[in-house]
């Protein structure tokens, strides 16, 4: 099984981008999908997961009303919608898959994907 996050870019503060997370090998529906996400210097967080089931989702305190997560099981893939981007929201954002739950705690993902960079310049 393998994740690869796209949709990663170079944006202006208050600017919008959709990151996805693809599954291969195996299908998403199986697992409970996270988002975390690394700043240069900085430790690997938690953003955002959605439970497999799709019906419950969680977010840090820094991105709830601002980012949304969702799943299209048909399409075997996990959305990350970001708006209202800001600079502090720059990193490598990273998917993870794993158990059933909208996990915060990243070694509760057995599966992680590489990266996708955003830039949010002021």
């Known amino acids: 099984v393998q994740l690869q996050a796209s949709g990663g870019g170079s944006v202006q503060a208050g600017d919008s981008l959709r990151l996805s997370c693809e599954t291969s090998g195996h299908t998403s529906t199986n697992y409970a999908i996270g988002w975390f996400r690394q700043a240069p210097g900085k430790e690997r967080e938690f953003v955002a997961g959605?439970?497999?089931?799709?019906?419950?989702?969680k977010y840090a305190p820094a991105v709830k009303g601002r980012f949304t997560i969702s799943r299209d099981n048909m399409q075997d893939t996990v959305f990350l919608q970001m708006n209202s981007l800001r600079p502090e929201d720059t990193a490598v954002y990273y998917c993870?898959?794993?158990?059933?739950?909208?996990?915060?705690?990243?070694?509760?993902?057995?599966?992680w994907g590489r990266g996708t960079l955003v830039t949010v310049s002021s």
């Open positions: 959605i439970a497999r089931s799709g019906y419950s989702t």
């Open positions: 993870a898959g794993g158990g059933s739950y909208a996990y915060t705690e990243p070694s509760l993902y057995s599966i």
